[in-house]
C-alpha cells in the first residue's frame, strides 16, 4: 500500500487542506494518507482553535486515513524543530511520500537551498553572522544570505524565501536529508488564497483569515455563506458550534497563564526565558529581550499585548509566542533535535485501521491508542514526552471547559471508533 505523508495542523481545515488530500490520491495515486498533525497547540505559538481530536475528524472525513498527534515539544519550536519532528513521525509511520503546498513546487529549489544550509560554506556563514550583527531576527538574517549565495541561480528568488510554506519546505528537504530517508519529496502547487492573504479566493481562504473571522465579536450569519464555499461542511459546524458554545481558543485565553507564570519565577532568565533558546541571537539581542521582559513581567496585560510589546526587529513575534507556550507548559528552551518517541494515534478510517498492523509490524515506535493501557509499552524518555503531550491537552480543555460551562472528556477517558469512509 502506498502512503502519502502530510506535516499539518488544520487550524481549521479548510478547501485548500481537501484539495492537498485529493492531490495525494488522485494525482500521486497514494492509497491512504498518514497525517501527523498538531495538536492542542500550534507552531505559530498559541492553542488551535479547535480541539485535536475534532481537527483529526474533519481530515478524516475529507481524505485522510490515519491523524497522528506531533509531539509538543516539536510543534512549539522552530520550523526546524517543527520540520524535523514530522518527517521523523511520518518516516517511522512508513510513509512514501511527502506531501505540502508551495508557492514554488518545483523540487530542485528546495535541494539547491537545503544543501547550502546544511553545508554553510564560508561565505554564507560569514553573510549570516554580518546581518545577525546589524541586528537582523535569525530567519531574515538567514534570508538574506541565502539571497546573496543564491544570486543569479533562482528565478523569483526573494519570494520562494520569503513564502512561509517554502521555507517550511526546506526545512523539511534537510530533514529528509538527515535522517536518510527515502520518502518521495512531492511539493504541490499552492492555488487559490495565499498564507497571510485576507479574503476568499474562490473556493479558498487562509487558516489565519478564517480565525479571524471567527474570534471577531460581529455576527457571522452575513460571512458564513461565504464561508461555506471555503470550509468543508463538517469543518464549518464545528467552528459554527464551538462559536455558539464558546469552546475556541484564542492566544488571548492563555494569559492569566502566562501573567501567573511570569509572576511566580524568581529568574526568568534562568528558569525558562532563557535567551540561548532564542534562535541563533544568544547575546545582545537575547539580553535587550529579557531586559524588556523583566522590566514589564508586573504589567498583566493579555498574550497578545505582551507579545507585541516584546517582538523587535531581531526577534520575531512568533518566536515570542512560542516562548510564552513553552513557558506555560513548562517545557524549557527549544531543542530542534528532539525525536518523535511514539506514535500517537488521533483518529483512522477502515482504510486506516488496515495501516496500523503494517506500521507496528515495521516501525521502531509503538503506537499508543489509548495512554492510560498503553503508556506501559513506553520507555522512560517516551513516558515523559508523552506526559508534556497530555499536560497540554488537559490544559487546553481546562480552558474550554471554563469558558463554555461543559465538561470534555480527559485524554485517559477518550474513546474513538474509526471514521466511516
Request: hydrophobic share 35%; glycine share 6%; charged share 25%.
Amino acid at each position: 500500500m502506498k502512503t502519502a505523508g502530510i506535516i499539518c495542523e488544520y487550524n481549521p481545515f479548510h478547501n485548500g487542506h481537501k484539495k492537498q488530500l485529493a492531490y495525494a490520491h488522485e494525482v500521486l495515486g497514494c492509497d491512504a494518507v498518514i497525517c501527523a498533525m498538531s495538536g492542542d497547540f500550534v507552531q505559530r505559538g498559541q492553542p488551535a482553535i479547535l480541539d485535536k481530536y475534532s481537527r483529526a475528524a474533519s481530515a478524516l472525513r475529507n481524505g485522510a486515513d490515519l491523524v497522528l498527534e506531533l509531539p509538543v515539544s516539536s510543534v512549539l519550536s522552530s520550523a526546524e524543530g517543527f520540520a524535523f519532528g514530522g518527517v521523523r513521525l511520518l518516516a517511522a509511520a512508513g510513509a512514501d511520500a511527502l506531501v505540502f503546498g508551495a508557492r514554488y513546487p518545483d523540487p530542485d529549489l528546495y535541494r539547491m537551498v537545503a544543501d547550502i544550509l546544511r553545508e554553510e560554506p564560508p561565505r554564507f556563514q560569514a553573510s549570516l553572522r554580518k546581518h545577525i550583527s546589524e541586528g537582523y531576527s535569525f530567519p531574515h538574517a538567514r534570508a538574506l544570505a541565502l539571497q546573496e549565495e543564491l544570486s543569479g541561480k533562482i528565478d523569483h528568488l526573494k519570494d520562494f524565501l520569503l513564502s512561509p510554506n517554502d521555507m517550511l519546505g526546506i526545512e523539511y528537504r534537510k530533514a529528509l536529508d538527515l535522517i536518510h530517508s527515502t520518502m518521495d519529496f512531492c511539493p504541490m502547487k499552492r492555488v487559490g488564497a495565499d498564507y497571510y492573504e485576507e479574503g476568499i479566493q474562490r473556493d479558498t481562504a487562509s487558516a489565519s483569515y478564517i480565525r479571524g473571522l471567527f474570534s471577531n465579536q460581529m455576527q457571522l450569519s452575513g460571512v458564513l455563506k461565504q464561508l461555506s464555499n471555503v470550509l468543508p461542511e463538517d469543518s464549518l459546524k464545528c467552528l459554527e458550534n464551538g462559536r455558539t458554545k464558546h469552546t475556541l481558543l484564542y492566544p488571548d485565553d492563555l494569559s492569566s497563564l502566562l501573567n501567573y507564570q511570569l509572576l511566580m519565577k524568581k529568574n526568568l532568565n534562568k528558569d525558562f526565558i532563557n535567551p540561548a533558546s532564542i534562535g541563533s541571537v544568544k547575546t545582545k539581542n537575547a539580553d535587550d529581550f529579557y531586559n524588556r521582559l523583566q522590566k514589564n513581567r508586573f504589567n498583566f496585560r493579555t498574550f497578545n499585548e505582551r507579545a507585541d510589546l516584546l517582538k523587535s526587529k531581531n526577534i520575531t513575534r512568533t518566536h515570542i509566542c512560542r516562548l510564552f507556550c513553552r513557558t506555560i507548559l513548562e517545557l524549557g528552551p527549544e531543542i530542534h533535535d528532539e525525536k518523535p518517541r511514539y506514535l500517537r494515534v488521533l483518529g483512522f478510517t477502515e482504510k486506516g485501521r488496515e495501516l496500523l498492523p503494517q506500521i507496528r509490524e515495521g516501525s521502531s515506535l509503538p503506537i499508543v491508542v489509548n495512554p492510560g493501557s498503553d503508556r506501559k509499552k513506553l520507555s522512560e524518555s517516551a513516558k515523559r514526552q508523552l506526559d508534556k503531550d497530555l499536560r497540554a491537552s488537559e490544559l487546553c480543555r481546562m480552558l474550554r471547559e471554563e469558558k463554555s460551562g461543559l465538561h470534555f472528556p480527559s485524554e485517559s477517558q477518550r474513546r474513538f471508533s474509526p471514521i466511516p469512509e
